[in-house]
């Protein structure tokens, strides 16, 4: 019962965080600029691939089709949003463009929370996958 | 023993044929969408900060390379000819804590209230600088682009803005 409460939370989470970004890839790029982590090159396939990775491992998740394969996608996504955002709160770097239009950009605290819901996703996900294995589901 | 270790490893296998699959029929949606969406950008954007004002390159995108100023050498001497209309487009706190020395402001958000008494003030043809905080701020290509569509002609941008202009330690008009 719990696995089944935990596969629907972490996927309509991921369907739900995904249909933003699909609606606004320029602004989801100008988020993954803000990170100043990674290479210009990489930005724009990323803010144009990575919503419809969250898209399709989320709708899997929730249909239960190859839900595993689905649980190494959530969990490496995660990993990664957990290692980013851990970096930029260690060096203190918080992307302000100081405009309107983006006027909702993170502060720390909200960094913080945005961690701290990573973090339980992740642990979740380590949980369902472990539930999940192949020699205990049969 | 051997039985068990064989099943395991075809489950793998299925696993990792699984995330491939989702993998590519992700990226390919991925790009048919964007490529038929309004909102697409394009595949590689422009985050070089030296090259002016960050962007993803929207499809219907505002942001005009050729408008921008990228020197802060060449805006200091527009400002100090006198002959250019410096706008602010930040907020009126930010413009009122500091600005360029006779900047005028017109706030994105109140852009369509106050739209009307800037064309009582100024002629089309006034050659306007535009600026916003920075070269991470699109606000100044939005306004550029809205007073080139009411029929300004001469408009240009200031791509470093308030912070490059701070930076260089030139002076500013605080209200």
Redesign the interface.
Known sequence: MLAILLRLFIGITFVAASIDK?????KF??II??YSLFP??I???S???L???E???GL?LLLGV?P???L??ITSLLFVFIVAITINLLRGHQ?D?????LSETSTALSAFWLLVRDLALFACAIYLLQKNQ??RSR | MAQERNKTDRNLVQDFKGLAALLIVSICCALVFNFWSDSGIALKGQWDRSQGVVSSKEKNTVVDASREINDLDTMVELVNAGMSTLVDVRSKAQFDAGHLPGAVSLPIEAFDRLIGDFFVEYVLDTRLVIYCAGRECLDSHRIAHSLETYGFSDVRIFSGGFAEWMEGGLPVEIR
């Open positions: 699909i609606g606004d890839p320029g790029a100008t600029y803000g210009g090159w930005i724009n396939p803010a144009i691939v919503p419809f990775v898209l399709f491992a899997a190859v595993r394969s689905a190494m996608i992307f463009c100081g405009c309107f239009s192949p020699h």
